[in-house]
């Protein structure tokens, strides 16, 4: 095995993710970043189980990893049980531990997703927030975000949420305590290394 | 036609819940939060626990690659570790992507008990806590459709169009995550979920049925987050609104926050783009969660259920079914202070 294969492997979602494909294209055709984009996720199939290093190489520095959509379609019909969308994120991974994410575009963009997601989960205990969903970020949110996120205050006890608010109940703020060990869990785990590796800090 | 769905029911506990929060419902919809554990509370008079040292699933992070999947399964580990904390072992993850990573992290540690073990390890050196896995996992609408008979009789409104008398035709939309990844998970599978089609039916509505039904809503994790890469989303948003429309549905039912986000504020968005909605009269099809759909028929408030969160307003669909509502305390705040409406879109009508 080449040293590209060899290191996907590492991740146990590989295996399962692609077994024997045999190109039949159903994943093609269901699949929405296909319809979008100029996205095969049968050629994806076809790259790795070929096991071409050079090949291989040039699709993790790639665009087309990243146009998936990971809604999973794929895994519903694929008649072999493989799923192109798991393997994506086997790619994705390796692009990014790699280094190979910064030599395209849409890998790039990993650096913004690991600045917003990322760091809200470690800071506020949630990916998403209201307060981190800013209107002029999001035009496509509408007048009535804007007016949510202007009186939040006002508005979410009325629609039973403790916003800021101590103990139970929706966009509570997460004890201190909780965030610590969320952190340590990702200290542990890699996530915190993976972060290194995208953003450099 | 041949009713598929009947051919597979999922184990749904009856009582005695452990629920965990969901990023994007309490962020857009924090009223169907509300509403869900209200009726289950009082309605249906079910102990359903809202542990306050609970936290993401991580999932929205996980499908946008900046969480690896260890990292995710421990998270997952330490929600578990809570739940055996209170002393449940129901477990009920509100998001459908929540589900969608339970469920994944359920099979794999089912298929590779080494990788259970990997993650019993992560948890103590993190934490120093220890977990057991849930006897049963749910979606919350698993849960409201399991009760869906319970609650008719306590429901003040059907779902029928009171100036025809006919039953409201209602399009369903699936998340992806609910039963495309796992199928024996979601009642009725992938091809012909029915979870929130038994709703409609049992409250007197009727389901549309249309060719892009199980087509993604578009919101493709990191296609919709970085704002460069939006076309993605909304374009296929768009082609299932092209698709339903010849149906003219009288309103769309989710049972995904995000899915709903989206299928709302799209519509928005292509109005104010090209001038177009996808009813008659300008207006767009409203969209409403299973929960409010559920506190409405119930003769909950609307505004205490959030629908002046939507950007398609529900006034005219309210109007059909015969719901009564209060239009001046619409944008009232908690206090009753009165506040300034939103601005008007340009062309969606409002």
Known sequence: MGYLIDYLNQDVRFEESLKACMNCGVCTAVCPAA????????????????????????????????????????????PRGNV????????????????????SEKGRQQTQLMNTLQRNILEIGYCVYPDRVDPDYHPEQGPVWRWYHQHIAEVAPRLGANYHGQGAGALRDIPQEDLDEVRRIFEVTGGMELRKRVTDE | MKRYWNEYQKEIADDRYFYERSCIRQTFFPGSEAAFLKILREELGKDICDNPHQHTCTGIGYHSDVVPFDTTMTVVARLFSLMKECGYSNYVPSCVTSFGVFTEVMAKWAENPALKEKARQYLWEACRREFEVPDNIVHPSDIIYKFRFDLKPRMRYQLVNRFTGKPLRVVEHIGCHYAKIFPEQGIGKAEFPYVLAGMIEAWGGEVIDYPERRHCCGFGFRQYLVRENRGYSIANTKKKFESMEPYEPDFILTNCPGCNMFLDKWQYTIAEMERKTYDRDGYGIPVLTYEELTGLLLGYDPWTLGLQMHQVQAERLLDKIGIAYNPREKYAGSNGRMLNPPAKPECLLV
């Open chain 1, 35 to 78: 319809e979008f984009y100029e996205y095969d996720p049968r050629r994806i199939c076809d790259t790795v189980q070929r096991g071409d290093e050079d090949a291989l190489e040039q699709l993790l520095k790639s665009d087309t990893i990243w146009y998936c959509g990971q809604c999973m379609s794929c895994k519903t019909r694929c």
């Open chain 1, 84 to 103: 192109p969308g798991e393997l994506i994120s086997v790619l994705r991974r390796a692009s990014q531990e790699l280094g190979y994410f910064s030599q």
